[in-house]
């Protein structure tokens, strides 16, 4: 039996927030939603066991998704969690943006089923420390 993914979703979207935690939770992993950057980097912060994985929406208020990714991978705490970038569009200068960034992957948001198997497929294929 796989072990469950912890997961740290970011997302000012309170329905992409339910979305998703609804479609990882089914595939059976544990989920904490943030809808404010600040708040999700206190949690990473304080807390003492961090995430398998935190997927970012791009397009945030405050602090968009290229920020929190800039603290992140700046961060000797953080910097070797795997970030996956979630996005409606992917221009070109995304693309190149999160290649420099060493972002794990990028997953394009889409229907419910597309974006499910899309989630399934990062957390098979992802090689997470630890496990």
Same mark, same amino acid.
């Given at each position: 039996? *796989?072990?469950? *993914?912890s997961i740290y979703y970011l997302d000012d979207d309170f329905d992409d927030l339910g979305f998703f935690k609804e479609i990882a939770e089914e595939l059976?992993?544990?989920?904490? !939603?943030?809808?404010?950057?600040?708040?999700?980097?206190? !949690?990473?912060e304080i807390q003492a066991e961090k995430p398998d994985v935190i997927f970012l929406d791009i397009h945030m208020p405050v602090l968009n998704g290229e920020e929190i990714?800039?603290?992140?991978? *700046?961060?000797?705490?953080?910097?070797?969690?795997?970030?996956?970038?979630?996005?409606?569009?992917?221009?070109k200068k995304l693309l190149a943006y999160c290649a420099d960034m060493g972002v794990t992957c990028l997953v394009k948001r889409h229907n419910f089923v597309e974006f499910k198997q899309n989630i399934a497929d990062v957390l098979k294929g992802l090689k997470l420390v630890g496990s």
């Amino acid at each position: 039996m *796989k072990k469950a *993914k912890s997961i740290y979703y970011l997302d000012d979207d309170f329905d992409d927030l339910g979305f998703f935690k609804e479609i990882a939770e089914e595939l059976g992993h544990n989920v904490k !939603v943030f809808s404010d950057g600040r708040k999700m980097l206190l !949690v990473l912060e304080i807390q003492a066991e961090k995430p398998d994985v935190i997927f970012l929406d791009i397009h945030m208020p405050v602090l968009n998704g290229e920020e929190i990714l800039e603290i992140i991978k *700046k961060s000797d705490d953080l910097k070797h969690i795997p970030v996956v970038m979630v996005s409606g569009a992917y221009p070109k200068k995304l693309l190149a943006y999160c290649a420099d960034m060493g972002v794990t992957c990028l997953v394009k948001r889409h229907n419910f089923v597309e974006f499910k198997q899309n989630i399934a497929d990062v957390l098979k294929g992802l090689k997470l420390v630890g496990s």
